[in-house]
């Protein structure tokens, strides 16, 4: 049972137009949601971070906005550059659960010349 | 600026045989996840430990696999007798806090490069 779905295994964006990688969710539970990056060989690293309590939450080129009646949520990247190639994960939980953190199964973004 | 050291990064088991990872944790965190990637999916949760405490193992297969976090040193994912589906690249992770009841606080995690288990 897949609680956190990203639909689109790949992504491929020229640099400088933006990138939209999107999540949905079923568990309705889920009140707070992240975004982590990873290069190959690499560990995930943090992106960005929303609360159900917000419907955006932005930083830099990245804006994450949260949908909470769709269950949906999606990560902005403007303007997309070549470093931000990788793959890009989305997590959730719940809160008072301790950081136990539900993943997608991600998304690899590809940002061309 | 040492952040979660995970090894060995690549191991190489037989059939049958264990395998132990070991995490160290971020300095001045006292909270560590292990989670578990298989080929072309996402990192699924395993156990979540505190010093000599395990908080959460609803992740953990119940047989074979066994976590620890000692008063000193590393924690340590243990799998016996491994089998070729054991092959996964586990990632550790560690936070200063946990999730905090009643918050939003769930505290982002940091974590390892990973150790890749091959079971041949």
């Known amino acids: 049972d897949q609680q956190v779905k990203q639909n689109s295994p790949s992504l491929s964006v020229q640099e400088g137009r933006i990138s939209i990688l999107n999540c949905d969710y079923t568990?309705?539970?889920?009140?707070?949601f992240l975004w982590y990056k990873k290069y190959p060989a690499e560990g995930p690293t943090f992106l960005i971070s929303i609360s159900s309590i917000k419907d955006k939450n932005e930083d830099g080129r990245f804006t994450v906005f949260l949908n909470k009646s769709a269950k949906h949520l999606s990560l902005h990247i403007v303007p997309s550059q070549p470093g931000d190639s990788a793959v890009y994960f989305c997590a959730a939980s719940v809160s008072g659960t301790a950081s136990k953190l539900t993943f997608g199964t991600g998304t690899r973004l590809q940002v061309t010349l | 600026n040492a952040g979660v050291m995970q090894n060995p990064r690549h191991l190489v088991r037989r059939r049958g045989q264990e395998a132990r990872l070991r995490c160290s944790p971020m300095k001045g965190h006292s909270h560590v996840y292990w989670y578990r990637q298989l080929p072309e999916e996402g990192l699924k949760f395993m156990v979540y430990l505190q010093k000599e405490n395990i908080i959460d193992e609803s992740g953990m297969p119940k047989e074979r696999f066994s976590a620890e976090f000692p008063k000193e040193g590393p924690s340590i994912l243990r799998i016996q007798q491994v089998v070729r589906g054991d092959s996964a690249a586990y990632f550790c992770a560690s936070s200063p806090l946990p999730g905090l009841a009643g918050t939003s606080n769930t505290g982002e995690l940091f974590f390892g490069e990973g150790s890749r288990l091959t079971v041949l």
């Open positions: 568990n309705s539970m889920f009140d707070y």
